[in-house]
């Protein structure tokens, strides 16, 4: 495309205007919109021909200016919109994965701003019509505000003007990975992860939440949240455990409504709620991913089958059904949804396919859109039109799962007939159009052109809702001193502070006394395969910053000579329930996955799986009974143990960092304080512990007793494990927590436990 913004944008090109009792415009002097008076008000030119069309007069609702543009587009331009780009980063990395270019040199050796568009977004910008657009690391706050206006610019050249709608994955936790946090230059207000967000049992804290971290998106250009993930983790085992609010439904249900309303709800909206600070949710993962067999995860080809031995379908549909589509707020229910990677084993009571989710025509169509009204947008996950990789354990192979045989076009030909708006993780237009064109040939052009405006006008809603085509730009500067602006980071803090649960405080150790002595053991952590497929490097290292601890209390380096000690560990978990090894030992490449420090043997497994898969590649009967696992951490065990040595009669507290339940049976007694939390700072233990802060959080999950009730529990019903029982006879089950006067019992328990 002959786009006059391809050069690097200055700010100074863009120019905003007022409209009395209307909104301000935002709009680039180098994209060729100007702005025209009807009625003695202002609007942009976006369509460049001097007339007013239906879609860029924003006194009109969105779903009327949605319909009129669906209207003016192409089919090119529409299956453009149906795309969501690949993951991005800025600038984009020179090797690895999601790599780019710039001028075709790296972006090194380029002599370009961080923020310029790369080789490969210029491309599916102007090429593809890709619009919707996932952004992942941040060189800095600036820059990801420079880099969004750099995009909006980009696309209000184009013949029509349509804004882009960037999202990101949640990039607020303590612990997110350097592919969203970017480095030292992106700072954002850090919160617990989900888990721990459930963990504060308070909605109204999750809702504040998504008001922040709205605001901090707003000012980096995201305008489309693909969170939360509100699957109900009913097994255990599953890796995306930490990313849910926990196995409980009705928690879940009434967090995730607090969510989407916060992120949706704009401060400034009109009478519908939408407004300029609006941010769209995305909901995932429709029907629940939680369910797993085995505890494995869909990413996986060996992970792709969720299973409802307990018959327990429908109630993981409550967050959905009964949280993010029934909204408190006016916006009234979550703009998008995203169905996950899993085949829902049985589920298909219609057609009788075992199909992965988004491909069913039952559970998009017959369910989601009839039986529960949904019409907002539904986005496949990520790669699921791609060719499955070469090994069943590649990460980032297609997830096509049960529709393996047919061609990439077949795929995306069979999803909009199933009732999908969107492709996650696709930058290409080619096998969008000859899907419309095998629909063509199976129902007419009329047919198609109808389909295909029903998607683009859902996917233009979430557009115009937000404000985008009125004013889609940023004061960089603004955006740098919003996010991570101390009112912000302060309400994150005191969430974490909120999110920690003490299961365990014999005879009152706790709080310590300030200035107290502490012997704080370095943690070692073996090699391990990260699931993305690198491996992460052997650590021997402080896992509590001692600087900071030495403002709480005195750190001694002699056991002897401590009052107390503090052990930092992480829960237990062993691999992902597949192994290369085994296969090459002549097995069938399935193993367990443990929740325990030990080495662990599954005696008590299923003898043939409820699932598999007959293909060469694969095995019908998937069990893994009799096989043994090995936790990469078990020194974390050996850890606390040692140091209990150690101290003698001295307490021990151990501060426990959950991804997942774990088997706390091997350590507890060895502790006499346990404060669980799931990705709190340093700073926020080191208050509680002291006693600046007293412990509120919930257990919003069981710890089980043993590895034998993990086997047993059904992967699809919640709260059914035999919990452990520690040595002050408290059970460690969900909704259990402790603050300094004993066990919590208030309107939280009374309400979810």
Known sequence: MNNPNAAALETANIQYVTNEG??????????????????????????????????EDWRLSADDRARDLASRMTIEQIAGLMLYSSHQSVPSPSAGFFSGTY??????????????????????????????????????????????????????????????NISSDPRHGIDIGAEFTGGAG????????????????????????????????RALGITTALSPQIDIATDPRWFRFSGTFGEDPLLSTDM??????????????????????????????????????????????????????????????????NGAFKLDGKTGEASAVMPYYTISHERDSVNGENVGNSYNKYLITDLLREKYGYDG???????????????????????????????????????????????????????????????????GEAYMRERFEKSAVRLLKNIFRVGLFENPYLDADHSEKLVASEPFVS?????????????????????????????????????????????????????????????YFEIVDDPSKADFAIVAIRGARAGLGYSQEDVAAGGTGYVPISLQYR?????????????????????????????????????????????????????????????????????????????????????AILELLSGQAEPSGLLPLQLPANMRTVEEQLEDVPHDMVCHIDSENHCYDFAFGMNWEGVIEDDRTRKYA
């Open 186 to 217: 992106s700072r954002i207000s850090k919160w617990p992860e989900m888990l721990g967000l459930a963990a504060t049992f308070d909605p109204s804290i999750v809702q504040q939440f998504g008001e922040i971290a709205s605001q901090e998106y």
């Open 256 to 321: 995730a409504r607090a969510y989407v309303d916060g992120f949706q709800t704009s401060d400034v909206g009109s009478t519908d709620g939408w407004g300029p600070g609006s941010v769209n949710a995305m909901v995932k993962h429709w029907p629940g991913g939680g369910s797993g067999e085995g505890g494995r995860d869909a990413h996986f080809g060996f992970g792709k089958y969720a299973v409802y031995p307990g018959n327990n379908f429908e109630e993981h549909l409550e967050p959905f059904v």
């Open 599 to 683: 080495p662990y043997t599954a005696d008590h497994a299923r003898e043939i799986s409820i699932t598999g898969d007959a293909r060469e590649r694969d095995v019908l009967n998937r069990s893994y009974k009799g096989k043994s696992v090995t936790t990469h951490n078990e020194s974390d065990l050996d850890l606390v143990l040692e140091t209990k040595r150690l101290m003698g009669e001295k307490p021990v507290i151990v501060t426990l960092f959950l991804v997942n339940p774990t088997v706390t049976e091997e350590f507890e007694s060895s502790a006499d304080g346990i404060l669980v939390h799931f990705g709190s700072s340093d700073r």
């Open 22 to 55: 209307g909104p301000t415009l935002g709009y680039c002097t180098a994209s060729g919109v100007k702005i025209i008076e009807r009625d003695g008000l202002k609007f942009k030119d976006l369509s460049k021909d001097g007339q007013l069309h239906p879609y």
């Open 491 to 551: 309400a994150g803090h005191e969430a974490q502070l909120k999110s920690v649960v003490m299961v365990k405080n014999k005879d009152q150790v706790l709080p310590i006394k300030p200035r107290s002595r502490v012997y704080i053991p370095n943690r070692y952590t073996a090699p391990e395969k990260h699931f993305i497929g690198f491996t992460i490097p052997e650590r021997n290292e402080s896992p509590i910053d001692l600087e900071m601890a030495a403002e």
């Open 377 to 443: 947008v539904v986005c496949t996950d990520w790669n699921i039109t791609a060719d499955e990789g070469a090994a069943i354990e590649s990460m980032f192979g297609g997830k096509s799962w049960g529709v393996e045989e047919l061609s990439v076009a077949e795929r995306h030909y069979k999803l909009i007939m199933a009732g999908v708006d969107q492709f996650g993780g696709n930058n290409d237009s080619l096998p969008v159009l000859e899907a419309y064109r095998m629909g063509v040939a199976e129902h």
């Open 103 to 164: 001028g075709g040199k790296p972006f090194e050796e380029a002599s370009v701003k961080a923020w310029t568009l790369s080789d490969q977004q210029l491309a599916f910008l102007g090429r593809d019509y890709v619009l919707h657009v996932l952004v992942m690391a941040l060189s800095g706050n600036k820059d990801g505000a420079l880099w969004s206006n750099q995009m909006q610019a980009f696309a209000e050249a184009e013949s029509l003007g349509i804004p882009v």
